[in-house]
């Protein structure tokens, strides 16, 4: 027996929904890496014993309360100067890509039907008709945030794990390296586009490695 209209509309709205959820779960898990990475620096900062660190960071019931009980903590330097730098960019970057994320989390999916072959899920602003509220979030934008945001917390942990080795020299380079692939992740978290500043800054990167 042959296919319905109604049974491939189905079909259709299914695949359409099968090809976005890997997409924006892997987008927000690894958003919730990033949140765990800061978390970390926030015990290495705070000399607090690891449980109670995790227990008060994520006490806070926002990312923008546990961002700013981290940032207080850069308010005291010491000897860790290179940490602090980088943690400092690091948190600013996060708080940039935090945007995305609550756009994420409170867009509503609606199904473009338009193509009869192959539908299409399109993330839309949940207060606003979903075809009169801007760009939707597309697949292709959730695989650019997911990558942005798995580098964030890869760069993060590679940091991180510095902290535990014996100060040194070379420990000091391997974290200003770790800095500068930092400063090199796009401004948004939904975009692969470096600004000028920063493809000036890959440029001079690259020379000096020649």
Known sequence: MSETLSEKHDRLNGEALDRLYPLYGQAMLNWSNVEDCLCEWFHYLSGMKYPQARAVFF???????????LSALLDFPDEKRFVLEFVRDSL????GYSQVRNRLAHRIPVINTTNDQ????ELHEGGAHPFLSGAPILGAHLTII?????????????????????????????????????????????????SRKQRGRELQRKSSRK
């Open 59 to 69: 006490s806070a019931r926002g990312f923008a309360a546990r961002a700013d009980m």
């Open 92 to 95: 600013n970057k996060s708080i």
């Open 118 to 121: 192959c539908h299409i899920v």
């Open 146 to 194: 997911s990558d942005n945001y798995a580098k964030l917390g890869r760069i993060n942990r590679d940091a991180w794990l510095l902290t535990r080795e014996k100060d040194s020299k070379e420990r000091q380079e391997r974290l200003q390296e770790c800095h500068e692939k930092l400063l090199l992740l796009p401004s948004q978290a939904d975009s692969n586009e470096l």
